[in-house]
């Protein structure tokens, strides 16, 4: 897992380094601040005893830091009172000193560790967002079906968090907690060996409850982060789908659902943490047992002579410090648990390759547009016995005009989605320009054929902005030519801005037939060899979809165009129109062709036909 982490500070090297090294000095300070005092309380034990004529030994254990040694603070038998006040008052004064100089040391260490920590941690969220998002953009659309919008929403969110608060950990608190507890037992065997074994007793057993609550954490923390997924996706579909919410009067049934998927959040959530809040009690009576031992047997040995105070004080010091690092080390693991559970799923994504790779002709470019699907078969699942196209063949001339008419659910979506390889072909070939889809760069391929999906998108900006996306270098004149063909531009000017209207969070501001409009003359700015309108004239009235294939074929003569539609006088002028039925070709002909001998699209016309005049008997 750390290695994994420490991908994502590249750039960020010399702060964590160096944070590292700050929080190694700050603990060493802290560690020493115990003897200091120890030293200055035995100091002023002795002068005491002195001053109170009591007969204690005129000596005291004192540790001499430039010597390296212990040893005993003592003055002749001769010394005047005055002159034993100024030898033990300036050995206050010294380690006073060195202790608010230790302090201050200490205390500016762990300001630039933490400072510098922060900033690499900032850089460790943007390197990781930044893959992530690198990653996703090239993944094909059975990858992202795969994840789903949801999960990869929170793995960029919630879980980078959850990933940046481990790398901080690990290179600031991950390394003084461990260090403040050798550097504390080390030195609590220096001051007193004869008592610091209890520690020995304490760490292992801390060690042995930090280690089973851990492993029993980390599958309940998974199974939080998917409920999490759910309960984003329903947020996200309820945002997207909220007209229609309000439009059928859904409010209260939607509100039942987020609640049952924030119930299941808690509920996840209240099982993990049944068991960590067993942690602090557990680590708590380990800590305070390890105390009273060292009070009971430190009391002993003073009361007998055989400790001072001050080394006692050291010794409680020393405990607290060892034993709120072993906490802290239980702390992290807690953290680290959850942490791992996210940084899986992250690197989940980082290391998916996607279904969709380039071919070995990465030079190639689409010349013509002509296209032959020669027996393929597609299935979402890839699996035989659950295809979704089956033994297509079809050949369409480049500049030829297709009509693509079939019921819901019968693959036309499907097939020309394979075009541009937003998926692969479970059996068989596609060619474009006589060469497999498969050879081309997928840079190369999408750049020859443009594509209005069934769902229009428009982006937040401008109508230009919009528009650019189909040529970032269209000029004025390339742009108003192509909002023509597509029968946008008189209702752009129509707005007080023109093209400089801005269209608003998803295109909020223009009705739909008016983003069909935009996103066909997007699209025609691109100047493809094959354009491909998936049902993309569905919201406007049929004199509009005349005008706007008429527009397609002024402004692109030689553009191989495949339109499908449910209207056929949508497709009727088509050079050749094909029926698909349940994933199947049904039949291919001219619309003079399909309508004497084709019993499908015979009786789609007549529906189609019955519903005009019906319409215009009501009128």
Request: proline share 1%; hydrophobic share 45%; net charge negative.
């Amino acid at each position: 897992m750390i290695r994994k982490l420490l991908k994502g500070g590249k750039g960020f090297e010399v702060q964590s380094v160096f944070t590292v090294l700050l929080v190694l000095c700050e603990t060493a300070l802290e560690v020493v601040l115990p003897i200091f005092m120890s030293n200055i309380l035995n100091v002023i034990q002795l002068y005491a005893a002195d001053e109170m004529s009591i007969g204690l030994t005129s000596a005291v254990t004192v540790y001499d830091f430039q010597g390296g040694t212990r040893g005993l603070l003592t003055y002749g038998v001769g010394t005047s009172v005055l002159g034993r006040k100024d030898i033990l008052l300036n050995t206050v004064y010294s380690y006073g000193i060195l202790m608010v100089i230790s302090a201050i040391l200490s205390l500016t260490f762990g300001s630039l560790a933490g400072w510098l920590c922060a900033v690499a941690g900032a850089g460790f969220s943007k390197n990781m967002r930044r893959m992530l998002f690198d990653k996703i953009q090239g993944f094909s659309f059975a990858n992202v079906d795969k994840f789903s919008t949801a999960s990869l929403v929170t793995r960029s969110t919630t879980d980078v968090n959850n990933a940046q608060n481990a790398f901080m950990m690990i290179i600031r608190t991950v390394i003084r907690a461990p260090a403040m507890l050798i550097f504390s037992t080390v030195m609590a065997f220096v001051n007193y060996a004869e008592m610091a074994w209890i520690f020995l007793l304490a760490i292992p057993a801390l060690g042995i409850i930090m280690a089973c609550i851990s492993i029993k954490v980390h599958p309940l923390f998974k199974s939080m982060l998917k409920r999490y997924d759910k309960m984003n996706a329903d947020v996200q579909e309820n945002l997207v789908a909220v007209r229609v919410v309000k439009a059928f009067v859904r409010e209260d049934y939607e509100e039942q659902k987020y609640r049952e998927s924030t119930e299941a959040v808690r509920n996840a959530q209240l099982k993990a943490e049944k068991l960590m809040i067993l942690m602090n009690p557990l680590t708590s009576c380990v800590m305070y047992g390890t105390i009273i031992g060292l009070l009971v047997i430190g009391g002993k040995r003073i009361a007998i002579g055989e400790m001072q105070g001050g080394t006692l004080t050291a010794m409680m010091s020393y405990c607290t410090q060892i034993l709120s690092s072993v906490m802290m080390i239980c702390f992290i693991a807690v953290q680290l648990v959850l942490s791992r559970a996210s940084i899986d799923r992250i690197f989940e994504v980082l290391e998916t390759d996607s279904t969709i790779k380039d071919g070995e002709q990465t030079d190639k470019k689409v010349n013509s547009g002509s296209i032959d699907f020669q027996h393929v078969d597609f299935s979402y699942s890839d699996n035989a016995d659950n295809l979704t196209l089956t033994d297509i063949d079809l050949h369409i001339e480049s500049g030829e005009s297709v009509g693509i008419i079939g019921g819901t659910g019968d693959g036309k979506s499907s097939l020309v989605q394979l075009i541009p390889r937003f998926y692969d072909v479970f059996r068989g070939r596609i060619l474009v320009d006589g060469t497999d889809v498969r050879d081309y760069s997928v840079f190369n391929l999408r750049e020859g054929v443009s594509m209005v999906l069934q769902k229009n998108v428009l982006f937040s900006g401008t109508i230009r902005q919009n528009l650019l996306w189909g040529n970032e270098n269209a000029t004025q004149e390339e742009i108003e030519a192509a909002c023509k063909a597509a029968c946008a531009h008189d209702f752009i000017m129509s707005f007080p801005d023109g093209y400089e209207t801005d269209l608003g969070q998803g295109g909020v501001n223009v009705s739909g037939g008016q983003k069909q409009r935009l996103c066909i003359a997007r699209a025609l700015l691109k100047k493809p060899k094959i354009m491909i309108l998936d049902d993309s004239t569905s919201a406007v009235d049929t004199a509009t979809d005349a005008q706007i294939r008429k527009g397609l074929k002024e402004l692109s003569a030689d553009m191989t165009t495949i339109i499908i539609a449910q209207r056929i006088s949508s497709v009727e002028d088509c050079d050749k129109i094909v029926v698909l039925d349940d994933g199947k070709i049904n039949a291919v002909g001219t619309h003079e062709q399909l309508i004497e001998t084709n019993s499908i699209y015979q009786e789609v016309y007549r529906s189609q036909q019955k519903g005009t005049v019906e319409q215009g008997g009501e009128d």
